[in-house]
Structure formats: structure tokens, C-alpha cells
């Protein structure tokens, strides 16, 4: 899986409440939850996500198991995101939900064009030297391939 | 020779297993989400019998939105059997650990807080809505087995402390990233001299630190609080392991903390914060709601009242009842606090005590993130004793000093 954007670049310690508020969490409207992505962090990010790759620094989408944070990045058409490190239940959810997640030390500048071959496990900024991202389980590769969980079952996995 | 996560899990830490879970349960939140994507894959519930559904987010309901999601997934435990606790029950891991958890069983929650129940030597992890619908749809997950930090526990609690300021102060230690991935495993003699709701607090926090799970071993204390449900089970025995870390923690050490506002992991004494005015003092959640923290807030409250606005919330039907018989809560209700309906209350920010703009609480809660209590508004997390002191002061007080 080959994936590019340029980089939107976040903190460490992330939380899924600031990815998405729990104000905002009880809606039948799943566009919500992309229109108020990261409000309380900066109010502004939440239009600017098509199409990026968010680097964050380490223990991205830490606290509430709330699955609405790795959907809502998703469907805001967030190309992958890039930590060094990750909170567990955000890594599942994002995986389960076909959200491509890395673990890689990431050197990179805002708005600088980041490459990712998955399947080669390495990443890169810019024209700087490849990185490599730490490997993903078969199995985790094999819902990301599948395009989630779900899609996974459905076919009878 | 192993882990008590390696022993429940019958693997070695680091591998990849599939496992049948034996408890798996959703909340009004994450039941929402649950149910849409289990319709989505399309397939029966496996074990109907395994699955409980419990309201306690927002509940009662606080919108026609929220009444009509709950309505929806109400209506769906009652026509497929499942075990359903609803509004007014109480907390999800308060109302799974009377008496429906038992030791060496997989629990899976759709609620990061479900490492909760490690405190019955159970492996209880937390996992997002698409996790939970598989488990519905096939009975298993997979899970990679934890390396764990044997976190030893020796001598007692002395002064005021209380279980959840040594919870703070090992979140502190560790950091909010330093055991992701890992279990927590607390154990010594300072772990047998914990009751269950002290080691339910203590397990609660283990996410604080991103731990997978937190767990005590099962043993005289656990057996007598089960046994008191009906159940017979047996004491766990550490076994010598390969742990990825090792720390002590003196209980005669741990004094009053709070969690500054915005992380969990910094940690102070209260002391050192003192005097800061507070706006709004709370006392409950899965962390510090259950009779013992109402029945030590009743005593330290007692014949005085409270000088900001304090609110209760009991962690479930049981534990506010035990208040009413026992004249806890009228205690509680003459020092000037109010009593919400057992629940998360204004944990999560949403309802029953939301604070403003520029507001200050001091919560028994187990987060304190930014705006996570009311947009603008900020979060001490401490104790029970500290939450006495301080409502009683209208600024946060350590209970040490407090006659």
C-alpha cells in the first residue's frame, strides 16, 4: 500500500476528547464528527484534513476508546497518520476502520510531502532518507488490506 | 512459569492469539456504534448469553437524539436476550464487577476503562465499537498477549491516602505513555491489604498510563466479595516471570496528590496547589463512586457543609441504596450536596455537571483533559478525603490537615 500527502503536523499526547469532543458524539449524522475534528486543538484543522498525513508526536489517540475519533479522521479523507508511538485501542480502531496508521520516528516540516509503502514498511519526508516504520501484524495488515474489519468478516474471514 | 496475563491467555508475551471472550460488554456510548457495524457485517450473535448492554453515559438520556440512539439499541437487547441494565443502574465496570466477573476469565469491554475489572484477577481490556461488533458476530477477538511491569506493593496506606492517590501517583511515575502495550500486574502485601473497591480504583487508572490491562490476583479478599454474589472461586498464586519492568511503591509513602489540569500524569501534592479556588467539587465515576468513597465523603462532611457546589454521583443502584439504608446519604444531602442518579455523571462533560468557562473542579474522575468537563473549564483530579477537604474549604485542601 502506497500512500502520499502533505503533513499536517500534531503534539504528543493527542487525545481522542480533543480529536473529538464528547459533546459531539451522540449524533445520527456521521459528518459531525468531521466538521468538529480537533476543535479544541485548533479550530481551523478540521477543513484543511483531506488528503494529509497527520505526524504526531508519541501516544497518538490516547484516553476513551471512542471509535468516532479513528472514523472521523477517516472520513475527513485523512491519508494515514504517523506517530512513534500510539494508544492501543485508537491503533485497533483505526486499523478495524481501514484508517492506515505508522509507527515511525518521523522527521518532517509542516506541509512537507510524506511517502508511505506499508508494504515496505518504511516511511519518508520529503527528500529526506526513508525511515523505517515498525511492522504491523500479518493480521493487521490483513484487515488494512481488506479495508477494515468489517469488510474482513464480510467476506467470511 | 508465567504473567498473569500469560497464564489467563495461555500464551507467552509478544504472540498473536484468538480467545473467546467470556464477558463482553457495550455501554449506551460505544452500544450505539456497536450495533450499527454488527448490522453491517450481517451475521447472528454468537453468544447471546455473553453480551451485556448497560446505560450509564447518558442516562437518563439528556437529548431526543441520544433517547432515540438508546431506544433503538434498548429495544435490540430485550428482543435478543441479552443482559441489560438500563438507565438509573449505574456504571458499566461497577455493575460487570458485582458479581458478573470472575477470575481468569476474558472481559472486553467497548470502554477504555474495562481494565477496571483486573482488580478480580481477570484479563479486562477496553476496545473500540468495530472490535465489539466482531465479538458479537463470532464470540472471539485476538489479542497479543502483554509483556507486563510487576508493579510491588508493600507496607499500607497511612494518613489520609487512599487507593486513589497511590493510582495517581503510579500514572504519575510512569507517565501517560510508559506501559502502552503492557499490563500492569499489582502485587506484594500492600496489594492483599487493599478491599475490592480500593483494587478497582487502582486497576481503573492502568489506561491512564495506556496499559492494556491492570491486575490483582485473586485471593482472600476477592473470595469473601464473590462469595457474596454466590460465587466459589479460587485464590491466584504469583508465579515467578519474565517481567519487562519492576517497581516498588511504598504504600507508607503515598500522600494526598491531584493530576494538574489537562494530564493525568502530572502529579503533585496536594499541598503544593493548595489554596486554589475551586468552583465545583465531584465525587463519583467508575473510579471513586462506589459506597466505601460515599460513606468516607459522609464521614469527613459530617455535621458541616459544603461551600461550593458538590455533587455525587453513585457508581450504581447498590451503592445508593447501601447510602440510603445506612443514612450515608442523608448525611451527604445535609452538608449540601447534591445526589445525581447512579451513572458516568458530568465525567465526560455532557450532562449532571458540566462546568463553564473558566471554571475549576476538583473530580474523583480518572480524566482531567483539556475541556473535557465543559469547554474552558479545568480539571484536578484527587481523592475522595482531598474532594471532603476541599468542598468544605471552597479551595483545594489536602485532608491531612483537615480536623
Known amino acids: ?157 | 512459569m508465567a504473567t498473569l496475563s500469560e497464564r489467563i491467555l495461555d500464551a507467552p508475551a509478544g504472540t498473536c492469539v484468538d480467545r473467546k471472550v467470556d464477558r463482553a460488554f457495550v455501554h449506551d456510548g460505544t452500544g450505539v456504534l456497536t450495533l450499527g457495524t454488527f448490522r453491517e457485517i450481517g451475521r447472528d450473535l454468537a453468544y447471546p448469553d455473553r453480551i451485556s448492554v448497560l446505560f450509564d453515559h447518558l442516562a437518563p438520556a439528556n437529548t431526543s437524539v441520544t433517547a432515540d440512539l438508546q431506544a433503538d439499541l434498548r429495544r435490540f437487547a430485550r428482543e435478543h436476550g441479552l443482559s441489560f441494565s438500563d438507565v438509573g443502574e449505574g456504571i458499566c465496570h461497577q455493575l460487570m464487577g458485582e458479581g458478573h466477573v470472575l477470575p481468569g476469565e476474558l472481559v472486553i469491554g467497548a470502554d477504555s476503562h474495562t481494565c477496571t475489572l483486573g482488580a478480580f484477577g481477570a484479563f479486562a481490556t477496553g476496545v473500540g465499537a468495530t472490535d465489539m461488533a466482531a465479538i458479537w458476530a463470532t464470540g472471539e477477538t485476538w489479542l497479543r498477549v502483554p509483556e507486563t511491569i510487576r508493579v510491588e506493593l508493600v507496607g499500607r496506606l497511612g494518613g489520609m491516602a487512599e487507593p486513589k492517590d497511590l493510582a495517581l501517583s503510579y500514572v504519575g511515575r510512569l507517565g501517560m505513555d510508559g506501559a502502552t502495550y503492557r499490563a500492569l500486574e499489582f502485587v506484594g502485601e500492600g496489594a492483599q491489604t487493599l478491599s475490592i473497591a480500593g483494587r478497582m480504583t487502582c486497576a481503573n487508572l492502568a489506561i491512564e498510563a495506556g496499559a492494556k490491562a491492570g491486575l490483582f490476583y485473586a485471593d482472600e479478599v476477592t473470595r469473601r466479595y464473590l462469595a457474596g454474589f454466590g460465587h466459589n472461586v479460587s485464590v491466584q498464586h504469583p508465579e515467578e516471570g519474565e517481567y519487562a519492568r519492576e517497581m516498588t511503591i511504598d504504600l507508607g509513602g503515598i500522600e494526598p496528590v491531584v493530576a494538574l489540569p489537562g494530564r493525568v500524569d502530572t502529579v503533585r501534592p496536594v499541598t503544593e496547589v493548595e489554596g486554589t479556588p475551586v468552583d465545583q467539587v465531584f465525587v463519583g465515576t467508575c473510579t471513586n463512586g462506589r459506597f466505601e468513597d460515599l460513606e468516607r465523603l459522609a464521614a469527613l462532611l459530617q455535621g458541616k457543609r459544603v461551600r461550593v457546589r458538590t455533587i455525587v454521583v453513585p457508581a450504581s443502584r447498590r451503592t445508593l441504596l447501601e447510602a440510603v439504608r445506612t443514612g450515608v446519604a442523608e448525611r451527604l444531602l445535609e452538608a449540601g450536596v447534591t445526589i445525581g442518579p447512579p451513572g458516568c455523571g458530568p465525567c465526560l462533560g455532557t450532562h449532571l455537571g458540566v462546568i463553564g468557562e473558566g471554571e475549576v473542579c476538583l473530580s474523583t474522575a480518572n480524566r482531567n483533559f483539556t475541556n473535557r468537563m465543559g469547554v474552558g473549564g479545568e480539571v484536578f483530579l484527587g481523592s475522595v478525603a482531598t474532594a471532603a477537604a476541599t468542598a468544605l474549604a471552597g479551595a483545594l485542601t489536602s485532608p491531612e490537615g483537615v480536623p
Not at chain 1, 500510539?86 to 484508517?99: K, P
Not at chain 1, 501484524?137 to 488494512?144: K, Y
Open chain 1, 1 to 157: 500500500m502506497r500512500l502520499r500527502g502533505p503533513a499536517i503536523l500534531l503534539p504528543a499526547d493527542v487525545d481522542t476528547d480533543l480529536i473529538i469532543a464528547g459533546r459531539y458524539l451522540r449524533t445520527r449524522d456521521p459528518s459531525t464528527w468531521v466538521a468538529h475534528a480537533f476543535e479544541d486543538l485548533d479550530p481551523t484543522l478540521a477543513g484543511r484534513l483531506a488528503g494529509t498525513v497527520l505526524v504526531a508526536g508519541p501516544n497518538f489517540g490516547c484516553g476513551s476508546s471512542r471509535e468516532q475519533a479513528a472514523r472521523a479522521l477517516r472520513d475527513a479523507g485523512v491519508v494515514a497518520v504517523v506517530a512513534p508511538s500510539f494508544a492501543r485501542i485508537f491503533f485497533r480502531n483505526a486499523v478495524n476502520l481501514g484508517l492506515p496508521v505508522a509507527e515511525a520516528v518521523l522527521d518532517c516540516s509542516e506541509g512537507e510531502m510524506v511517502e508511505l509503502d506499508l508494504a515496505a514498511g518504511l516511511v519518508r519526508a520529503g527528500t529526506r532518507p526513508p525511515v523505517a516504520c515498525r511492522p504491523l501484524s500479518q493480521r493487521m495488515q490483513a484487515i488494512l488490506e481488506a479495508g477494515g474489519l468489517v469488510e474482513l468478516l464480510r467476506r467470511g474471514a
